[in-house]
């Protein structure tokens, strides 16, 4: 009976805490419904911005897309790439162009390891090169060079017009892959 006794009371004092709770709390319910509406908002407001700026839902589209084969998603990537890398090499500074250069083997090589060269290292898959892939093959190779002189050596100086001339050399063999125009 005791057990029956301690079971009741803990229910009476539950439903009083309600019936308080209810008395403090009941005339700012609709306060709590307003405030609970535009937290909920920010809150799917911030996940749609996150969505948008961080690039997660385009870089979803674009894989769909490449994997269904509708549009060419490829070629408008490695164009974006290029179009950076023309800019850089229209900057004023030496380490721009140097960038510039190295953003443009690095693409080349992108690339190659997506045509199915897989060797270990860049320079292997450089040398797997023919010239029946690349017609500029030795361009490309003294092209590469120079960049594995500017990726060694932070003191290598390189003239505007050698930085172009690397430039343009990459370019041709990108256009024979025909990721580019």
Do not use: C
């Not at 017609?135 to 017009?161: C, G, I, T, W």
């Amino acid at each position: 009976m005791k057990g029956q006794q301690t079971i009741n009371q803990a229910v009476e004092a539950t439903l009083k805490f309600r019936e308080w709770m209810i008395d403090f709390f009941g005339p700012l319910l609709p306060w709590f419904w307003v405030i609970s509406i535009v937290i909920s908002g920010l809150l799917f407001w911030g996940i749609v911005y996150m969505i948008i700026n961080t690039g997660f839902a385009k870089k979803k589209v674009e894989f769909y897309m490449d994997k269904t084969g509708y549009g060419d998603v490829g070629k408008r990537r490695h164009m974006k790439a290029w179009h950076k890398i023309v800019h850089r090499s229209k900057e004023p500074d030496q380490t721009e162009w140097k960038m510039a250069i190295l953003e443009a083997d690095k693409l080349l090589d992108d690339v190659l390891r997506s045509s199915g060269y897989n060797q270990p290292s860049v320079d292997e898959r450089f040398n797997a090169l023919s010239t029946e892939l690349i017609s500029n093959y030795d361009q490309v190779m003294q092209a590469h060079a120079v960049r594995s002189k500017v990726s060694k050596d932070p003191e290598f100086s390189l003239a505007h017009a050698e930085a172009i001339e690397v430039l343009k050399i990459y370019k041709k063999a990108l256009q024979e892959f025909g990721l580019i125009d």
